[in-house]
């Protein structure tokens, strides 16, 4: 028999954050383990992660990001986040942040819905133009063109890979 797998994306509350935060953890270690530039250094341990979306959970809380979980045969297997714009002169601004699938998980769709429903979350708060960046040449740099991101430019040696070689990074933008 075969089981179709079904991916569910869940928008989670500060409590549910906070009910995930292994899940949470576990995705972004993965992820860092396996060379992705989102901001942190190799080595990165579990408790690392746990307090990275402790912090997330307050802003989630406080109204000042959305986080979105995707989950596959109820473990949680990807996220990505909607961080508002801080100025009182942005009030329709937001960045995407913190897109990430496991490497178990990957090249099965789960970071497309996981931008639909964000995109579709943004609007629904007030947003119509949302802006990222990503490491130049990385699997996400395709996917945000591939859905109708709007390329900016590139930032030579913008930030460090896990492994502490300098990267370039890519602006996005993109109207909702
Ligand atoms: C970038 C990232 C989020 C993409 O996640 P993903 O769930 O694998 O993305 P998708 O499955 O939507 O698309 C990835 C590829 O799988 C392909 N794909 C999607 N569904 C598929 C399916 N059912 N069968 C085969 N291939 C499929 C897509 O066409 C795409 O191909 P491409 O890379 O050759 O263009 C993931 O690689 C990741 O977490 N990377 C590390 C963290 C990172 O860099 N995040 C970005 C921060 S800005």
Redesign the pocket.
């Known amino acids: 028999m075969t089981v179709t797998e079904q991916i569910e994306i869940r928008r989670l509350g500060a409590t549910e954050v906070r009910a995930q935060l292994d899940g949470l953890a576990a995705v972004l270690a993965d992820?860092v383990e396996?060379g992705?530039?989102?901001g942190y250094i190799a080595p990165f341990t579990h408790e690392e992660g746990r307090r990275v979306y402790e912090a997330y959970a307050e802003d989630v809380e406080q109204g000042r990001r959305i986080l979105l979980a995707a989950f596959s045969f109820g473990a949680l297997v990807?996220t990505v986040q909607i961080v508002f714009a801080p100025h009182p002169n942005q009030p329709h601004r937001a960045d995407?942040?913190?897109?990430?699938?496991?490497?178990s998980?990957?090249?099965?769709?789960?970071?497309?819905?996981?931008?639909e429903r964000a995109e579709s979350e943004a609007r629904a708060a007030g947003k119509t133009l949302l802006v990222?960046?990503?490491?130049t040449g990385?699997?996400?740099e395709?996917?945000?063109t591939?859905l109708g991101w709007t390329r900016v430019g590139v930032i030579p040696g913008y930030a460090l890979s896990p492994n502490g070689r300098p990267c370039d990074t890519t602006v996005f933008w993109k109207a909702v």
């Open positions: 992820c396996g992705a530039g989102v990807g995407i942040a913190r897109m990430l699938v496991r490497r998980a990957r090249r099965r769709g789960i970071a497309r819905l996981l931008m990222l960046d990503t490491v990385g699997d996400a395709r996917l945000y591939r």
